[in-house]
């Protein structure tokens, strides 16, 4: 059995952080601990972490133009970020995994400019954005961190342009997700799709009627499994190979 299939299959809450040591989902642990600030240290620097939730699925975390105060990470759960035309209709813009950071799309406005809802049970991490961006100026690893972020969350975008074709779409989708599992020690071949297909369609600017044909294809040529919401990815190579196209944009 490899290591790769060793690891967690399905995410969980990640509970092994206590008052001295960070979570291994934290987004900022790696740079806060490379410039030698542990969190007994960071307690004392006033730049708390505040656990909250549980949200439950289908209640709000934020709406679009409440004022921004804070980021967060995602401890456990799943968050989708949308919003809503003059017409009422729904535009997803992206899901958050454990460990990956939302808000950041509000620094510059000072206001959320998209809402934010748990897709199932979401445990966060708030961050005050003014303490910790007053802490990056003395912590150039941790504005490095943040540059990060906010570029990764720029690449995502590149799911939704260019003229690239439902296949292709769909296998950068799903090899993203796997890496960003893999990146927080989750298996990277065996995870949950918390999101609807309704979701996933629009996200990828498809029809759900083409999401579902493209999955059942998928499975059909041996590439995927799917059982219920689990996935599996049987033939990555191949996924990938698919996915090339968007995988350079991002």
């Known amino acids: 059995m490899s290591d790769a299939s060793r690891r ?3 995410p969980g809450i990640a509970d092994d952080g206590d008052e001295f040591h960070f979570c291994s989902t934290c987004a900022f642990s790696a740079a806060c601990l ?6 007994s240290l960071l307690r004392d620097l006033h730049v708390l972490v ?3 939730g549980p949200f439950h699925e289908g209640e709000h975390i934020f709406r679009e133009g409440d004022p921004f105060t804070a980021i967060a990470a995602v401890r456990s759960g799943t968050v989708k970020t949308y919003v809503t ?4 209709r729904e535009h997803v813009q992206g899901f958050f995994l454990p460990g990956e950071v939302i808000g950041l799309n509000a620094i510059s406005q000072a206001r959320y400019p998209s809402n934010a809802i748990a897709l199932d049970s979401v445990v966060l991490c708030r961050f005050s954005f003014p303490n910790i961006a007053a802490l990056a100026t003395r912590m150039p690893g941790l504005q490095q961190q943040l540059f990060k972020l906010l570029s990764l969350d720029i690449g995502k975008a590149a799911l939704l342009s260019g003229n690239f074709s439902a296949d292709e779409r769909m296998a950068a989708f799903l090899i993203t997700l796997s890496r960003r599992y893999s990146a927080r020690g989750f298996s990277p071949n065996r995870f949950l799709l918390t999101m609807t297909r309704t979701d ?4 990828l600017r498809l029809a759900s009627e083409t999401v579902s044909r493209v999955f059942r294809r998928f499975q059909d040529e041996g590439m ?3 059982e219920r919401r689990e996935i599996e990815l049987k033939d990555r190579k191949q996924l990938e190979t698919l996915a090339e196209n968007v995988l350079r944009s991002i």
């Open 8 to 10: 967690r299959p399905v």
């Open 34 to 39: 490379e410039s030698g600030y542990d969190k």
């Open 50 to 52: 505040e656990h909250i």
């Open 85 to 88: 035309d003059h017409e009422g």
């Open 200 to 203: 996933i369609a629009n996200y």
């Open 224 to 226: 995927i499994h799917v």
